[in-house]
């Protein structure tokens, strides 16, 4: 095993080597919503579980068929300087989406990146008929992009697609839904409770049956087809960008927000779990959280560690639904996607983001046991410290992939040496391991170079 540390106040040093929304109101659906015949409710046909969610070819699919669309972002720039609304997908000008031949043409050739001129909005919804009815959500995006933009063309992105799930998909008609006909609008009790029941076994509908209908049969078969396909690569793949709009609308009436809603926890936590921190060419970060200070300073401390499906099954039990979704769906929808994304990933980079805690450890731990072809994992800069490398080291003695393994700048002292020793006695895949500017000294460091 080739080994490399400097370290500080140590007893020994070498010279190491130079060294990535599908919101309430749409997916509240998602329960009720009978996969087309033919279809693969996980994965588009075609695209194996390796390559879905790292190279482009999915995402190509996904838009070379009518059911999902992506905004050109000049025209959300456009629509914020006018102070305009954006309206949903069946009221917009053709010249608003971007098509997917113009997509292929700016990415060209690819980048040693692997970063798409696509974009996701991640957001709750203002109000239940309409997502952003003050246009105050599309002047952020349209902001952060008249910022980001000029980095963007420098990949030759001179254009990005986004996907925005109001224009996106075809979505139901505003003019129709009826306050009344929501839970919120039954007084709680056994009214409230028998409307929920009505809810779940279609008698009743969210927003009235005029609402429901307000779709075309064949638009609501597209609307299905795009939320049983499609969903998780908007967020998931590891080449799509992210913005976060963590913050609600000045103004809003809506009461929950974004950390406590499932849906957005779910496109969250999607993003976060295998994107690259550090980039090569792209001078940008790829889940961009647009409610946090961390976005003006362009770092990635606000980024989450990688939640494994156990890990998220416990967390989204703390958030809450309306419309009447089903916890269980978006379990469901979580665990198969992150499988699949973690299965077929060879390298992982989160290089930079916040200081992990024991319990990040021991989830990202059973992240890295999920990942059958991992061969490379970056956990430089992180602040990781003893008492997290315990519970991350103890998953290395059962990981029987992972090939290297970057530890350099970090607050690695004996003890923390000690576990890793420990599961690397046991461990015979893992071939470079790079300890260097780690605080280690004293026998631990010893047992540990002499493995």
């Not at 069946?90 to 997509?103: H, K, T, Y």
């Not at 004996?414 to 890793?420: R, S």
Request: with cysteine; aromatic share 8%; hydrophobic share 35%.
């Amino acid at each position: 095993m080739r080994f490399y540390s400097s370290t500080m106040r140590c007893c020994f040093s070498t010279t190491p080597p130079p060294n990535t929304a599908i919101e309430q109101n749409v997916l509240a659906t998602a329960s009720s919503t009978t996969p087309p015949p033919n279809t693969t409710t996980e994965l588009i046909v075609l695209s194996t579980a390796r390559e879905r969610y790292t190279t482009p070819h999915a995402i190509w699919e996904a838009l070379s068929t009518d059911h999902v669309k992506l905004l050109r972002a000049s025209y959300l720039v456009k629509l914020a300087r006018e102070g305009r609304v954006l309206c949903r997908r069946q009221e917009l000008p053709p010249d608003a989406f971007i098509g997917v031949e113009e997509l292929k043409s700016l990415y060209g050739d690819g980048n040693r990146d692997g970063v798409l001129p696509v974009l996701s909005v991640s957001f709750c919804w203002d109000t239940p008929p309409h997502p952003d009815p003050s246009g105050k959500q599309v002047a952020t995006v349209a902001t952060a992009l008249e910022r980001e933009m000029p980095e963007y063309a420098k990949m030759g992105f001179t254009e990005m697609g986004v996907f925005w799930d109001w224009a996106a998909l075809y979505q139901k008609d505003p003019e129709y839904f009826q306050e009344t006909e929501t839970p919120e609008a039954k007084p709680e009790g056994p009214e409230r409770d028998a409307f929920l029941e009505d809810l779940k076994e279609k008698r009743a509908f969210y927003g009235g049956e005029a609402y429901e209908q307000s779709r075309t049969p064949e638009q609501k078969e597209a609307f299905g087809r795009a939320l049983h396909n499609t969903m998780d690569l908007w967020y998931a793949h590891q080449g799509t960008t992210v913005y976060l709009l963590t913050q609600l609308p000045e103004g809003t009436q809506r009461k929950l927000g974004y950390d406590d809603s499932g849906w957005t926890t779910y496109e969250r936590r999607s993003a976060e779990q295998i994107k690259k921190v550090y980039l090569y060419k792209a001078k940008w970060k790829l889940v961009r959280d647009l409610g946090s200070d961390d976005f003006e300073s362009g770092g990635a401390g606000s980024r989450n560690w990688p939640l494994d499906p156990d890990g998220f099954d416990e967390l989204i039990e703390s958030k809450q639904f309306t419309n009447g979704a089903d916890k269980g769906t978006v379990k469901t929808l979580y665990r198969k996607m992150s499988k699949a994304q973690l299965s077929g990933i060879e390298m992982l980079d989160f290089t930079g983001i916040s200081a992990p805690s024991v319990r990040d450890m021991e989830q990202l731990g059973r992240c890295l046991n999920l990942c059958e072809n991992l061969k490379t994992c970056d956990l430089s800069s992180v602040g990781l410290a003893d008492d997290a490398c315990r519970a991350l080291f103890s998953t290395l003695k059962v990981n029987g992939v992972l090939t290297d393994l970057n530890l350099r700048r970090n607050n690695i002292r004996d003890e923390g040496a000690a576990a890793l020793a420990s599961a690397l006695r046991v461990n015979a895949v893992l071939k470079t391991l790079n300890l260097s500017q780690n605080q280690l000294c004293g026998v631990d460091f010893l047992s540990l170079i002499h493995i």
